[in-house]
């Protein structure tokens, strides 16, 4: 009978390895490295894999002495979906070697999995530290698998895991979204057991308020990546009476840690959430500072005011002009004022006009500045307050050159019934532009002079369609207005 095609090489190969295999303590040498890996990528190739002589090959190199041989052939094996394997990969479990443990793990099928669930909860809970990555394969199959008891399992497993399986574990318990093994979870956070940061995440996700305490402790330790997992965790589960713990993070070295207590201070709120954050904007890292500035914005009272409008200054204008619009403070519009004719941001000069309109426009708003894109962030602040009193500089802009000056303010003075805007809308019906024309047809009908058929006669026969639209709706009974002119 011939040999199978890819028989050879692979035996060469084999022998390469076997003969650099270190022996009497001796160290792993370069060699050594390459061989293992033709040899490993070899048997992993797919040619070999789909060949039937190349199959079997493989499973007779599974019972090869030396163990890189076997733990290679495994490992190829396992990457290939065929339950003729599944005897070789049951034998494997009981091989010496953890890597080729681990390597028949990862080739068990579904219902292999099932037969030797035993022997898995076995090995998940083996202890040495050669063993953890056969650890951890046994724990993604348990959790993969239906068993009605995997989830008890790989809790009380949280007790042998090293890092990456406490991790794995405590992630799978926090995707069952079961609270009944908060316990295990709590205990294992207890004991600074390795995986604390996965932990916390799992007790946060579970929204766990039994593990508060257990979380508070835990803030404190030299893992600064498990301080900001515990902090995240208190954030979610709203642990009020962590407040002053997590406030303490305030003064931590890191400058991550630091921003995390003040995002888990803010979403926890209270009385400490202002102070905090206003000492923060003085803080020597830019990201804190940053994330105290959007704390103010959100959360901040009339303490803030000032960080909020000395922020407007800087990079960070838009987050503190989102801060003033919801404190609608009266005292700030000349610094908004300022925003609305420096910027040249579009979505910054919007934030200003919104915070202006809220608090009611001040009376010099630059509705007359040398830049059009003012002029209509201007006329749409006055048109948003809607008041008799700005009747005139509505008028005034009615004549502005800018087409859309002109179609806020004829949209604006729609809000101000009053007879002398009647003419001046009248009059805008035959501007040049129809954006104009059709403003001028909204604001009559929203004014709904006893003439309003008549004054609207020429739009109905617009030659622009928006026009004629507009003064359809303007004069049908009870309809909404048109929207604003932008």
């Known amino acids: ?14 022998a390469r390895l076997v003969q650099l295999e270190p022996t009497g303590g001796r160290t792993r040498s370069a060699a050594r490295t390459d061989a293992y890996k033709e040899l490993f990528e070899h048997a992993h190739d797919k040619a070999l894999l789909s ?3 190349g199959n079997r090959w493989l499973a007779a190199m599974t019972a090869h002495p030396v163990r890189a041989v076997r733990t290679i052939a495994i490992s190829a094996l396992a990457g290939v979906p065929d339950p003729a394997h599944q005897t070789i990969m049951v034998r494997a479990l009981s091989d010496p070697d953890p890597a080729v443990v681990g390597s028949a793990v990862r080739g068990l099928t579904a219902r292999t999995v099932a037969e030797v669930f035993d022997h898995l909860v076995a090995l998940v809970n083996r202890p040495g530290p050669t063993w953890a990555w056969p650890r951890r394969h046994a724990g993604w199959r348990i959790a993969e698998s239906s068993h009605p008891r995997r989830l008890g399992i790989l809790a009380d497993a949280l007790a042998h ?5 406490a991790h794995d574990i405590a992630h799978a318990l926090a995707r069952a979204g079961d609270p009944r093994f908060a316990p295990a979870l709590i205990e294992h956070l207890r004991s600074r057991a390795p995986g604390g940061c996965a932990v916390a995440f799992a007790l946060g996700h579970l929204r766990v308020a039994d593990a508060t305490g257990a979380l508070v402790d835990a803030l404190h330790t030299a893992d600064v990546t498990q301080t900001v997992s515990v902090l995240e965790a208190l954030a979610k589960i709203g642990a009020d009476e962590a407040a002053p713990a997590v406030h303490s993070m305030l003064d931590h070295r890191q400058a991550f840690v630091r921003e995390a207590a003040l995002l888990t201070l803010a979403r926890l709120g209270g009385p400490l959430v202002v102070p905090a954050a206003l ?3 003085d803080d020597g890292d830019p990201a804190v500072r940053e994330r105290a500035i959007r704390v103010l914005a959100e959360h901040g009272d009339h303490r803030a005011l000032g960080r909020l409008a000395a922020a407007c200054d800087g990079r960070h204008v838009r987050v503190a002009l989102k801060g003033l619009v919801r404190l609608a403070e009266p005292s700030v519009a000349p610094t908004l004022s300022e925003v609305l004719v420096t910027t040249t941001d579009r979505r910054t000069r919007k934030l200003a006009g919104q915070a202006l309109a809220r608090i009611g426009a001040p009376p010099h708003l630059p ?9 209509r962030a201007a006329v749409w602040v006055v048109g948003q307050r809607a008041d008799a009193k700005d009747a005139h500089v509505l008028l005034r802009a009615l004549q502005d050159e800018d087409e859309l000056v002109r179609a806020r303010a004829a949209f604006a003075l729609g809000r101000i019934p009053i007879a002398e805007a009647l003419a001046p809308l009248t009059e805008a019906l035959d501007d040049a532009r129809p954006r104009v024309r059709a403003s001028a047809a909204t604001a009559l009908g929203r004014i709904s002079p006893a003439d309003l058929r008549n004054r609207l006669a020429t ?10 639209s507009a003064a359809t709706a303007a004069l049908r009974p009870g309809a909404p207005p048109s929207g604003q002119p932008t």
């Open 51 to 53: 060949d039937p002589a």
């Open 161 to 165: 895991a090293d890092n990456g399986g």
């Open 367 to 375: 509705t007359w500045h040398r830049n059009r894109v003012v002029r």
């Open 279 to 281: 000492a923060a904007t």
């Open 1 to 14: 009978m011939d040999e199978p095609t890819d028989r050879l090489p692979g035996e060469v190969l084999v």
């Open 459 to 468: 739009a109905l026969l617009d030659p622009h369609p928006a026009v004629r």
